[in-house]
C-alpha cells in the first residue's frame, strides 16, 4: 500500500504535505501505544496550544491497521524502518507534530529535537506560518494552508518590557522580540520546538528603529537608534543555532525606520531616514553577504519611514520586491531593471492602518499576505488576507479571520 495518496495533488494544499487520511492512520495506531509519562507531555506543552481536531476519516489508506507503530527509537515506524519513517513524518503538516509528539516517545524525540526540521530543511520541505501580536506580551500564529489557528505562551517580561515598543524577527524555529526593560534592551526568544520563551543575549551594540530580515538561520539588522537617540549605520548579524551577534561592515549611510528584506540571497536596507537634517533616504543599500561588502541603490525607496509614517512596508515573493502604499492604498512591484515601482493594484478596502501603522504586510512562501482588519466597523477583528503572484493578477482572498480588541503591533514569518 502507498503511505502517501497518489491522488494529493499540489493544489489540496500547495505545499506537497502529506494527506490527513496517513495523519489519522498514523494516530490511530499511536492512540493503542503508551503514553509517554504526563512530566514529558507537560514539558513539551505543545499538545494543548492547537485549537480544533486536524484530523478526517481515511478516504485513500486501504487498512490503516496495515501501518504498524513501534516505540524503538531506531525504526519509529516498524513496519517501514526509521529513515522511511521520516520520510512520511517531513511531509505531515507541522499542526500535526503537536499531537503525534505527545503521544509517542520515539516521535516526541524526533520533533522535540529539531531533527525533523532539518531533514525539512534538506528536502526543501518548508510551510511558512504567520506569527502576530495584537497584545503587549500575547503572541498567536496562523497556518495560511491548513487554516489552523495557534496561541503562543504568554511572554513573561517585567512591566517595562510590556509597555516598550517591540520589534520582532523570525530565524529558523524561533521567534525573537526586541524590546526594552529596566535594564535596557532586551531580548526574548520563542522556541517551536519547546513552545517556550527565554531571555535572551542581546546585541553588540543594543539599538531599535533598525532595518531587518531572516533568511534561513541567520537574520540581519541593519542601522537604528542607539540608546543615546544617535541614528547609526551599525550593522550585525544573528545565528539562530548559536545565538551568537556578530558585528559586520557597517552601512555607507546612517539610518533610521527604514525596512529589510532578503532578495536574490542578498540583503538589502530600503528607505527611512537619516543625515543631518533626518531627510528621508531615497536610496536603498545592498550587501552581498560573500563579498561583505555595501552598495547604493539609487531611488530604491518607496517612501515611508519619515515624521509620523512608518518604516516601508515590503513584502518579496518568488525574489519580486513588493510594497503596500498605504498613503495610496496600493500594492507596488520593483522592476529590477528598470530600478522603478510600478502600481500593480489596491489593497484591501477593509485593511485599516494609521500612516501604516497597525498592519502587517509580508512575504509568506509562495504569497504575499497581509494582517489587518476593520476598525469601527461594529465587533473588532483582525483579518487575514492572501495573493499569490504565480496564479494571476493581483486579487486578495480572506483566509484568516477573528476578533482582536487591538490592532496589530508585530508580525513576523516563520518557515520551517
Known sequence: MSLVSNNYTQESNGSGFATEDLIEALTSQLQ??????????????LKLAYNGSPYSPSDHIDDPSDIRLDLDTNSLIHAIGRENSIKVLMRCPRYSYA??????????????????YEVRSKNQVIEHWVYFSCHMLKWEAFDPVNKK????????????FEYSDKESMAVGTEL??????????????????????????????????FGSASLGKIAIFAGGVDGNGKVVDTVESYDGETGAWETLPSLLKPRKMSSGVFMDGRFYVIGGCGGSDMKQLSCGEEYDPIAKKWKVIPNMSPGGGVGSMAPPLLAVVDNELYVADCVAMEVKKYDKKLKVWESIGELPKRADHMDGWGIAFRGCGDRVIIVGGPRGYGEPYVEIF????????????MIGR??????????????C
Open 32 to 45: 493503542k501505544m503508551p503514553l509517554v509519562s504526563k512530566e514529558d507531555v507537560d514539558d513539551l506543552e
Open 99 to 116: 499531537y503525534v509528539a505527545s503521544l509517542n516517545g520515539s516521535f516526541r524525540d524526533l520533533i522535540k529535537s529539531g531533527e525533523i
Open 149 to 160: 489557528w495557534m496561541n503562543l505562551p504568554m511572554i513573561n517580561g517585567d512591566a517595562c
Open 176 to 209: 525573537l522580540v526586541l524590546g526594552k526593560d529596566v535594564s535596557g534592551q532586551a531580548v526574548y526568544k520563542y522556541n517551536l520546538l519547546t513552545n517556550s520563551w527565554t531571555e535572551e543575549r542581546t546585541m553588540n551594540k543594543p539599538r531599535c528603529l
Open 386 to 397: 492572501s495573493w499569490v503572484p504565480k496564479a494571476g493578477p493581483l486579487k486578495w482572498t
Open 402 to 415: 477573528k476578533k482582536s480588541d487591538n490592532f496589530v503591533y508585530n508580525c513576523a514569518i516563520m518557515g
